[in-house]
Each structure stands twice: as structure tokens, then as C-alpha cells.
């Protein structure tokens, strides 16, 4: 609450201070999007739904709607000596409608293609128009373990009014900043596997914006 005090008064004060006539550039409507993608090594012989229920329930924590499918594999029985890889891929490529939604500032529509995987998610949640969290989850099986694709797409849109700068205020003082929210998803997901299969060295591989450390060896808030 206190903080939520003090981010009304600096508002209150900022517009004050600006007179009636000068549009403050904390008012200005502001939209932004970033990508999130991560790449995680599960060496594990688990059988693959423990791994995706854990997954699951990890980042059920932090979202409000989710899709899952188990796909078939291979009908060939097969595992693949290496991985695959989550593929984002524009779904109106080459159509006007792809060319609007693409432009400048616009970083467009993105699909996961999950082609291999055993498990498959996306999840989404909304705050009334002010931030949205997309994520998407791919698990790859590969001979010896898993390889664990997450995407993520968080869009924030801040000011256009008093009343918009005010209600943004509120969702954060009771949220937390939308990027710390996108990190605690990635932790939530991670430790919750950590916890269904102690035993497995969930390994980070590659992605950006680059990650801190792993949730159960961070020690930090967001880890706890």
C-alpha cells in the first residue's frame, strides 16, 4: 500500500508540475514488446508427461489460460539422437495483412512450431489491457533426455491518461513489474521440474536476454 502511495503522489505531482497545457511524457500512450526465448537440457530418463505435468504446474502459477497436447512421436518408435528446436514462424508471411502487422515497432505475429515434440503448451495472460504474457513450450525428447524450448512475448502499455497512468500504477503495485513477472514464469517452470525430478541436471543451453541462475541455486526473491 505504501508503495502504491507513493506512486499516486508522483503522478499527482507530475502532473501538477506540468501545468494543464504541457503533456507529460509519463501520460505519453507508450506500447512496448519484448521476446523472451530459452533453451534448457533435461539428461533424464523420466518418462515425458512427468516432465510436462511438472512444467505445467510450474508456470500454471503465473498465467490464466493454458493449451497442452501430447503428440505422437515418431510412429517408427524411434528417439532422435539430438533434439529438435521450437521454430517461430509468421503464419501471414507474404500477405498484406503480415506487412501491417510487421512494421515499425511492430514486432508482428509469431506461431511456435513444436515438430518432434512429445509436449506442447501455450499459455497467455492479459491484466485489463495493460501488460500481456504469451508463452510457449516445447519438449523435445532426444536420446539420453530432454531438451525444454520456452518463448516467451510480453507486451506493456503504459499512460494515454491520468486515469491510464493511475490504473497501470494499481496492476504493478499489486503484480510487481511485468519483467520481473516473465523471469518468476521461466523460475516457476524450472523449479517445478526441479522438484518432480531431483535427480535430473536441468541445464541451461542458450537464449535471450540472457537468464540469471538456476531458481533452486539463485536464492533470490523471484527464486524463492
Known amino acids: 500500500m505504501k508503495k502504491l502511495t507513493i506512486v499516486l503522489s508522483t503522478i ?5 508540475l506540468n501545468g494543464c497545457g504541457t503533456l507529460n511524457n509519463d501520460l505519453v500512450g507508450k506500447q512496448t514488446e519484448t521476446e523472451y ?3 534448457y537440457d533435461i539428461p533424464t530418463n523420466a518418462p515425458a508427461r512427468l516432465i510436462a505435468e511438472a512444467a ?3 508456470i500454471g502459477k503465473d498465467i490464466t489460460g493454458m493449451n497442452s497436447t501430447f503428440p505422437l512421436m515418431d510412429t517408427s518408435g524411434v528417439v532422435p539422437e539430438k533434439a529438435s528446436y521450437m521454430q517461430l514462424v509468421n503464419p501471414l508471411q507474404g500477405s498484406a495483412l503480415s506487412a501491417l502487422a510487421g512494421g515499425a515497432g511492430n514486432l508482428g505475429i509469431k506461431v511456435a512450431q513444436c515438430n518432434g515434440a512429445v509436449w506442447t ?3 497467455r495472460t492479459n491484466f485489463n489491457g495493460y501488460s500481456g504474457k504469451y508463452f510457449a513450450l516445447c519438449l523435445f525428447p ?3 533426455g530432454y531438451q525444454l524450448d520456452i518463448y516467451g512475448d510480453l507486451k506493456t502499455r503504459t499512460g494515454g491518461s491520468i486515469q491510464a497512468a493511475v490504473n497501470g500504477a494499481l496492476i504493478n503495485s499489486v503484480l510487481g513489474d511485468p519483467t520481473e513477472f516473465m523471469d518468476k514464469a521461466f ?3 524450472l523449479q517445478a521440474i526441479h522438484e518432480a525430478i531431483p ?5 541451461y543451453v542458450r537464449g535471450q536476454p540472457e537468464p540469471g541462475p538456476l531458481p533452486w541455486i539463485a536464492g533470490t526473491t523471484l527464486a524463492k
Open 56 to 58: 505445467s504446474n510450474g
Open 12 to 16: 499527482a505531482s507530475t502532473v501538477f
Open 187 to 189: 523460475n516457476d517452470t
Open 37 to 39: 526465448f530459452r533453451v
Open 121 to 123: 503448451s501455450n499459455a
Open 142 to 144: 532426444y536420446q539420453g
Open 199 to 203: 535427480n535430473a541436471p536441468v541445464q
